[in-house]
């Protein structure tokens, strides 16, 4: 039973493609979080959101959103992918008002 | 923005103790201090979780002096399987929606 999964675990493409990477909890936590790893082994947060409240990294570009259908889902949107967004995304999610996050195994992404 | 400080690696033996530093000169008054390991194509684990003084757990110590603007991560002898990439994680007072942070990460190679 994985607490936090990802989908897909491997993910290429082309420039200027639209994605999605899904993102789902079972651990009944109120906020999720998405993250990108760069090479340089870096942990940026992009979001955290619960079911009241999203925050944005102001840095992240608009070409990202995350999407949650329920409290168990966060899906990371992507458009008009560019060759500076291949990294490793995490997912992860945290009971509310603690920073004990349980993080999915992580999705790598290359932009051809 | 928080500048976080984290040696960039460090290296020890099977059975030493080692002693990781996080600085954060800016951490917001009320949040706690937490971290992280992270092996190869994994998502970052939670080790420990501090506010302030002392936290120990099974597995470390955390040591928070009074004024928070530091962190210290204690592994008591540690073994070949801790070799690992070690983040602090806490949340900045200048940043207006209170994003979470994680240091630069220190990379830990335990040789036998």
């Known amino acids: 039973d994985t607490a936090v999964s990802q989908t897909p675990k491997y993910l290429v493409t082309q420039m200027g493609n639209d994605k999605s990477i899904k993102c789902e909890q079972n651990?009944?936590?109120?906020?999720m979080y998405w993250y990108k790893q760069d090479s340089k082994k870096f942990l940026k947060i992009m979001f955290s959101y619960n079911n009241k409240e999203l925050i944005i990294n102001e840095t992240v570009p608009n070409r990202f959103s995350p999407k949650s259908p329920d409290k168990a889902h966060l899906n990371l949107h992507i458009n008009s992918l560019e060759l500076g967004d291949s990294a490793v995304y995490f997912c992860?999610?945290?009971?509310?008002?603690?920073?004990?996050?349980?993080f999915g195994a992580g999705t790598r992404l290359s932009v051809l | 923005l928080a500048k976080t400080t984290q040696p960039i690696s460090m290296d020890s033996y099977e059975g030493q103790e080692v002693n990781i530093t996080c600085s954060h000169n800016?951490?917001?008054?009320?949040?706690?201090i937490t971290w992280y390991q992270q092996f190869p194509s994994q998502g970052p684990r939670f080790i420990i979780q501090g506010y302030k003084t002392k936290v120990t757990n099974e597995v470390a110590s955390l040591f928070i002096p009074a004024d928070r603007k530091s962190s210290t991560l204690s592994l008591p002898r540690v073994s070949l399987s801790d070799t690992a990439v070690y983040y602090c994680?806490?949340?900045?007072?200048?940043?207006?929606?209170?994003?979470?942070?994680f240091g630069s990460g220190t990379r830990l190679q335990v040789q036998p």
């Open positions: 992860a999610s945290s009971p509310i008002a603690k920073n004990i996050q349980y």
């Open positions: 800016n951490i917001a008054t009320n949040d706690y």
């Open positions: 651990l009944g936590h109120d906020t």
């Open positions: 994680l806490f949340r900045p007072m200048d940043t207006g929606r209170r994003a979470l942070t």
